[in-house]
């Protein structure tokens, strides 16, 4: 009986065409309107080395060849004057350098764009110092060798990031998909409702069958778990394999994320469905709008919005199963032990098994006068 019921019920889900859109057809449209709108974004946020050339550059001596060569901020070539202006007339440098003496520079530069204002700021930078250097080095000789080994030691201003590639529009995507696992919180809500009832004939006559409501809501809760699952596993592949939006490394921790995530959304339905006694589209209307408030708190509409909860109200990230998904995805994406995100999943598991339990004890305790 109960895998009769479940062929059934999940044969009736396949031929929602409203559940389709909802579910899959628009987090597809949504996903792909986002790779269109941030993929450029994506090489702003890469940083490339500027490209100068350097005439002259024996008159500066070894110190300002060693600062250049350091800093990791410039591509450098080495050649003479007249070539370094053919080469910025074309183009193909953002500005050349010409060296008077140790501490006296000239820079030439065809705009003033953000490159060329990093290479005037590190001649400032350098002339301060070595001027700062000489100074000491004049008052106090003693010290020349301690100055000389601080205006030595290699300073880098471009650090690696361990892990990842730094993307920061990322959380869109994680966000959506786990809007997806959260929508399934309406495939819940009315598997409670088809055997509520007072809230349709059809539920009229479940009731009065001789099958057990639990067991035919059981059938019915778990061919919509397996359907959401299957629909976000399609959403997530898409993002993942054919938008190539970076998860990670495992796709076995994905599939437990976004069964989790899935698990936790159908409670939730469950439970609401359960608890609230008004009809069937006012308990549609406030989980779609619980379900977009908790995305938002995630970072879909606005990616600082997680940021600015985890700042002001921690516990408010624990709560919103979104928020876990979303983290879940992001511990995979940026750190190098699971500690985090076995966390989430755990907090998603737990909030899974409090929902259905308080649907469990809400439905088996509904007593109708008459049918």
Not at 332 to 340: G, I, N, S
């Amino acid at each position: 009986m109960f895998f009769d019921i479940f062929k059934c019920r999940f044969k009736s889900l396949l031929r929602e065409k409203s559940g389709f859109f909802w579910t899959l057809a628009f987090p597809l449209i949504l996903s792909t309107l986002f790779f269109l709108a941030f993929s450029n974004l994506n090489k702003i946020d890469k940083f490339e080395k500027i490209k100068i050339a350097v005439a002259d550059i024996q008159k500066a001596g070894d110190g300002f060849n060693a600062a250049l060569r350091n800093s990791g901020l410039f591509e450098v070539s080495q050649m003479d004057l007249e070539q370094a202006k053919k080469l910025l007339s074309e183009g193909d440098i953002n500005g050349y350098i010409k060296c008077k003496s140790a501490n006296d520079f000239e820079l030439f530069v065809q705009k003033s764009d953000f490159e060329e204002s990093i290479i005037k700021m590190f001649l400032d930078s350098y002339r301060s110092s070595y001027s700062s250097a000489e100074k000491i080095i004049a008052s106090n000789p003693a010290s020349a060798k301690d100055v000389i080994n601080l205006l030595s030691e290699e300073k880098t201003y471009i650090n690696e990031m361990p892990s990842g590639n730094g993307n920061s529009t990322v959380i869109y995507f994680y966000s959506l998909i786990a809007m997806v696992c959260m929508l399934s919180s309406t495939y819940g809500c009315s598997e409670v409702i088809k055997i509520q009832a007072d809230q349709s004939t059809c539920a009229a006559r479940i009731n009065v069958s001789p099958s057990h409501k639990l067991k035919v809501f059981m059938a019915s809760i778990s061919a919509a778990f397996i359907f959401e699952f299957f629909v976000t596993l399609i959403v997530t592949a898409y993002i993942k394999f054919v938008l190539r939006i970076d998860f990670g490394t495992s796709m076995a921790f994905i599939l437990l994320l976004c069964a989790a995530g899935c698990f936790a959304g159908i409670s939730l339905g469950a439970m609401i469905g359960a608890l609230v006694k008004k009809p069937e589209q006012v308990k549609i209307g406030a989980l779609v709008s619980v379900t977009m408030f908790f995305s938002f708190l995630s970072g879909l509409m606005y990616e600082n919005m997680k940021y600015i909860i985890q700042k002001n109200a921690p516990a408010l990230a624990f709560i919103n199963p979104v928020s876990l998904v979303c983290d879940g995805f992001y511990s995979l994406y940026y750190y190098d032990t699971f500690d985090r995100y076995f966390l989430n999943v755990s907090i998603l598991a737990a909030m899974g098994i409090l929902f259905s339990a308080v649907t469990y004890f809400v439905l088996r305790r509904q007593k109708y006068a008459s049918i």
